[in-house]
């Protein structure tokens, strides 16, 4: 006997309408969050990214910053030292002038010196250079000297005039003063005969005290200063013209003839001198 299939107990079910708006609501429910993650992942990744990159921004600014600083700090290293150059540059013309006007003024005190032993023709023109050589070598000390510097140079160049004005007068009486001397009794000039020896000592002593004579007694003495240096034979007839034109005005007279110990313009000069090289030495560093 056969079986109809409708009855078999191998037909499926049908569909239970409960279990079937389960599935539904469950895929809206997935496809709802799955919506709602992509939601939410957009906005974060958006904000990372703003964060990192704000994050860059601040450390590209702080490395500009930090090189801006660096650039200035170089730059002002740049300056000072360009201006401790400059300095320093300065500072070595300066002693270099004041080397150069320290050497001329020792060499124009030096002719000052031994002028007296030059002859008279050639006494003025040597002197005449080496005081020219002094006023050049000060217009750089004023051009390029500190006031303390320049000051105490102007002391040193009032003396180096002064004793330019006074060095001829002085050679003439010094020259002559020394041309005595030799002309002395070799031996006991004390007890010495000999009218030429004693002429020598009579003119030495009078040029010695001549400055120091009353005008009227300088009147009355003057033809035996003029005897006793023809008598002596020391001075030739040029020379004691020199000396008795010198002998015409005795200003600063004793410092011109000075002494054998003490030698007044010239110890004037040095001690300008000394004060000029302590400044110097002082502001500058060693300049002689």
């Given at each position: 006997m056969t079986v109809p299939l409708s009855g078999s107990?191998?037909?499926?079910?049908?569909?239970?309408?409960?279990?079937?708006?389960?599935?539904?609501?469950?895929?809206?429910?997935?496809?709802?969050?799955?919506?709602?993650?992509?939601?939410?992942?957009?906005?974060?990744?958006l904000l990372a990214a703003h964060w990192t990159r704000r994050a860059a921004d601040r450390a590209a600014?702080?490395?500009e910053a930090a090189g801006h600083e660096q650039s200035r700090a170089t730059v002002a290293a740049a300056r000072l030292q360009e201006r401790a150059?400059?300095?320093?540059?300065?500072?070595s013309v300066r002693r270099?002038?004041?080397?150069?006007?320290?050497?001329?003024?020792?060499?124009?005190?030096?002719?000052?010196?031994?002028?007296?032993?030059?002859?008279h023709a050639s006494r003025r023109e040597l002197l005449d250079h080496k005081a020219t050589?002094?006023?050049?070598?000060?217009?750089?000390?004023?051009?390029?000297?500190?006031?303390?510097?320049?000051?105490?140079a102007e002391k040193v160049a009032e003396q180096c005039a002064k004793l330019e004005k006074l060095a001829l007068r002085r050679a003439v009486l010094r020259s002559a003063i020394r041309a005595l001397e030799d002309a002395w009794c070799p031996r006991n000039a004390e007890w010495c005969e000999d009218p030429h020896h004693n002429s020598a000592h009579v003119?030495?002593?009078?040029?010695?005290q001549w400055g120091r004579l009353e005008q009227e007694e300088r009147w009355e003495k003057l033809d035996l200063l003029e005897f006793t240096l023809r008598e002596s034979r020391a001075l030739g007839?040029?020379?004691?013209?020199?000396?008795?034109?010198?002998?015409?005005?005795?200003?600063?007279?004793?410092?011109?003839i000075g002494g054998i110990v003490r030698d007044p313009l010239l110890e004037r000069f040095r001690a300008v001198r000394d004060a000029f090289v302590g400044v110097a030495y002082g502001s500058l560093g060693p300049v002689a």
């Amino acid at each position: 006997m056969t079986v109809p299939l409708s009855g078999s107990v191998f037909s499926p079910r049908p569909a239970d309408s409960g279990t079937t708006v389960r599935h539904v609501q469950l895929e809206q429910a997935v496809a709802a969050t799955g919506a709602l993650t992509a939601l939410v992942t957009v906005p974060v990744t958006l904000l990372a990214a703003h964060w990192t990159r704000r994050a860059a921004d601040r450390a590209a600014d702080a490395t500009e910053a930090a090189g801006h600083e660096q650039s200035r700090a170089t730059v002002a290293a740049a300056r000072l030292q360009e201006r401790a150059g400059r300095e320093q540059s300065l500072e070595s013309v300066r002693r270099s002038a004041c080397a150069e006007f320290l050497s001329a003024v020792d060499v124009f005190v030096r002719i000052v010196t031994v002028l007296p032993e030059v002859p008279h023709a050639s006494r003025r023109e040597l002197l005449d250079h080496k005081a020219t050589a002094v006023v050049r070598a000060r217009a750089g000390v004023a051009l390029l000297g500190p006031p303390e510097v320049l000051g105490e140079a102007e002391k040193v160049a009032e003396q180096c005039a002064k004793l330019e004005k006074l060095a001829l007068r002085r050679a003439v009486l010094r020259s002559a003063i020394r041309a005595l001397e030799d002309a002395w009794c070799p031996r006991n000039a004390e007890w010495c005969e000999d009218p030429h020896h004693n002429s020598a000592h009579v003119a030495w002593e009078l040029l010695a005290q001549w400055g120091r004579l009353e005008q009227e007694e300088r009147w009355e003495k003057l033809d035996l200063l003029e005897f006793t240096l023809r008598e002596s034979r020391a001075l030739g007839a040029e020379e004691i013209g020199h000396v008795l034109e010198v002998a015409n005005s005795v200003a600063y007279w004793d410092e011109l003839i000075g002494g054998i110990v003490r030698d007044p313009l010239l110890e004037r000069f040095r001690a300008v001198r000394d004060a000029f090289v302590g400044v110097a030495y002082g502001s500058l560093g060693p300049v002689a």
